[in-house]
């Protein structure tokens, strides 16, 4: 399942906000990325989420494959947008 959500929180995603995001990622069995342009990355590494910049008004797609996908968008998108 993929689902595009234009980012609008109050200020860029630092390490602590994004820290919170792998953590909810890693709440699901399903496989999520995040995309960016050309940047595909495992929602679930720390790494690869702190290499992605973050801000309000950007656009990123949520693309999550497995048996909880659909709550996972979900809960990711509701993340991203308060």
Known sequence: ???EVKISMND????TPIAHLV???NQFSS??????G?????AKSIMGMMSLV???GSVVTIDAAGD????AVEAIEQFLTT
């Not at 050309?38 to 495992?42: A, E, H």
């Open 38 to 42: 050309s940047t595909r990355v495992n």
């Open 31 to 36: 496989q999520i990325y995040l995309e960016m």
């Open 23 to 25: 953590a909810l990622a």
């Open 54 to 56: 973050l801000m309000t």
């Open 1 to 3: 399942m993929k689902k």
């Open 68 to 71: 909880d996908q659909d709550t």
């Open 12 to 15: 860029s995603m630092e390490t």
